[in-house]
């Protein structure tokens, strides 16, 4: 029974696998040009292994995306701590932060270009504009939701306020902060690929642009279905870390 | 004299108008003193105790704890919530010995034979590496108490703490806390809307009314402790107390 409910989840994509195979290798319906087969896919895939390619924009990538997250994190949560606490700041911050949060982190492509030059550090930055208001965002809406009481009673314990922030606020607001983290790394993800289309010379965003201007679209599907496993890695990370910090 | 409140009011500005919580309260409580304050919902009793603590700043008036102006919370003044208040991210054994970590007076080994032994002592040594969700509201507020008197708090405030908790358990803490109490020579202030609570625990029934919140009557209580509740003049003195208290209003 348990284990019918473990392979619930892989009976679709194998399904959609069937149903790829059939269009194109199996019944010829689909040309190679418009939906490349499997068989392509997993020819271009092993020709990206052994020659190396494939794991150098891997790595590329995710080089780009840890930079891009840490140092996202290492200004959000500070100043989301500091906002979150002192409310003059937080109104004076506001309305900044709400114009800067919705503009695609695309759209600073041009500036970044301009400012790094084209090449790892131009990416990082792009990254780090896609993930930096989410985590600022939910660290200061974690912050704000500590409870009162907790933080009364700590008072009562004999906490003064650097107590209070850093064994008070910070752990009462770390599952909101994780959670921040979880939604900028999937907007970090997208905004990777994207500036590696643009302001890059490596990774697998610029693996799938360079083959399709080769016209080879099994290598493209390849970057693709990397970036979802990428995806799935870190949803996985995440929810073990979030079982660990909700209590 | 521990705690010595003069000439304390306070008002709350609500929407409409403004509420005069409590007007003019005196009250002295001695060292080692168990005092309850007893009243309706709605007369003060928790702002006071609030006020007490730090908590809160009144009005009018000055609260003084052993000589010293009540200017914020402290840890010379342990409080325990009617909500639960420990720290859910921490177990058992971490809650309690927070403030004893905080301080630094002692190694942590010390805080941590001292800590085990005192949640032995309420029968709760099982728990100490249970998180605060796994347990029940009389064993988080045993663990709030503990974590307060490990402290060496001299005052502990008590508002309503028992108040979630049922009627069985709420004897079985009541019990332990006149225990604890004598143990630790600790000052307590103890609100409760519990005539029977107030009766039990109390050296003194500080008995207040509200429009505006005041003290009506501080009586002794002349029982011998252990208290049987179901003694005559248990019963008798209730009696007496809830006739001090008025009419009450639902």
Redesign the interface.
């Known amino acids: 029974m348990d284990i019918k409910k473990e392979l619930l989840p892989f009976i679709l994509p194998a399904i959609l696998l069937i149903i790829w195979y059939l269009l194109t290798d199996g019944l010829h319906l689909i040309p190679y040009y418009i939906l490349p087969s499997p068989l392509n896919v997993f020819t271009a895939a092993w020709t990206l292994i052994s020659n190396g390619k494939l794991f150098m924009h891997t790595s590329s990538t995710l080089v780009k995306v840890f930079s891009g997250i840490i140092l996202a994190s290492a200004v959000a949560i500070p100043l989301g701590i500091i906002l979150g606490w002192y409310e003059t700041l937080d109104r004076l911050s506001s309305l900044i932060i709400s114009i800067l949060r919705p503009i695609p982190p695309i759209s600073w492509i041009p500036f970044s270009i301009l400012w790094f030059g084209i090449g790892l550090s131009s990416a990082v930055f792009v990254i780090f504009i896609g993930c930096v208001f989410s985590v600022l965002v939910y660290t200061i809406d974690g912050v704000k939701r500590t409870d009162k009481?907790?933080i009364?009673?700590?008072?009562?314990?004999?906490?003064n306020n650097w107590?209070i922030l850093t064994?008070?606020v910070l752990?009462?607001a770390?599952p909101y902060i994780v959670s921040g983290l979880k939604v900028g790394v999937s907007i970090a993800l997208m905004c990777t690929v994207s500036a590696e289309m643009i302001a890059s010379s490596r990774g697998l965003g610029y693996m799938i642009l360079t083959a399709s201007q080769l016209f080879q679209p099994g290598t493209v599907v390849v970057g693709m279905i990397i970036i979802g496993l990428i995806g799935i890695l870190f949803d996985y990370g995440f929810r073990k870390a979030q079982d660990r910090?909700f209590? | 004299m521990a705690i010595d409140i003069k000439n304390v009011s306070k008002s709350f500005i609500t929407k409409d108008k403004d509420f005069m919580a409590l007007k003019d309260v005196n009250l002295h409580v001695d060292d080692g003193e168990l005092i309850c304050l007893l009243g309706p919902s709605g007369c003060g009793k928790t702002t006071l105790l609030r006020m007490v603590?730090g908590?809160e700043k009144p009005d009018e008036g000055e609260i003084y704890d052993r000589g010293e102006l009540v200017e914020?919370?402290?840890?010379e003044?342990?409080?325990i919530?009617q909500?639960y208040?420990l720290?859910?991210?921490l177990n058992v054994l971490d809650n309690v010995m927070?403030?004893l970590n905080?301080?630094g007076e002692h190694s942590k080994e010390e805080n941590l034979a001292a800590a085990e032994r005192y949640l032995e002592r309420v029968g709760l040594a099982d728990f100490k590496y249970s998180?605060?969700?796994e347990l029940s509201g009389g064993m988080k507020q045993r663990v709030?108490i503990i974590?307060?008197l490990l402290?060496h708090t001299p005052v502990l405030?008590m508002d309503e703490p028992f108040s979630a908790v049922d009627m069985l358990n709420r004897h079985t803490l009541q019990e332990q806390l006149i225990g604890v109490w004598k143990r630790f020579e600790t000052t307590i202030l103890f609100v409760t809307h519990d005539v029977d609570e107030a009766v039990y625990l109390a050296d003194k029934i500080v008995i207040m009314d509200k429009r505006p919140g005041r003290i009506k009557d501080v009586v002794e209580v002349p029982l011998e402790r252990p208290r049987q509740r179901e003694s005559r003049e248990f019963l008798d003195f209730q009696d007496e107390v809830e006739k001090l208290l008025g009419v009450w209003e639902p």
């Open positions: 009481v907790l009364e009673a700590a008072q009562t314990l004999g906490a107590n064994k008070i752990p009462s770390l910090i209590w | 603590a908590l914020g919370p402290s840890k003044r342990g409080f919530f909500q208040s720290f859910p991210w927070f403030g905080l301080s998180y605060p969700h709030a974590r307060s402290n405030l």
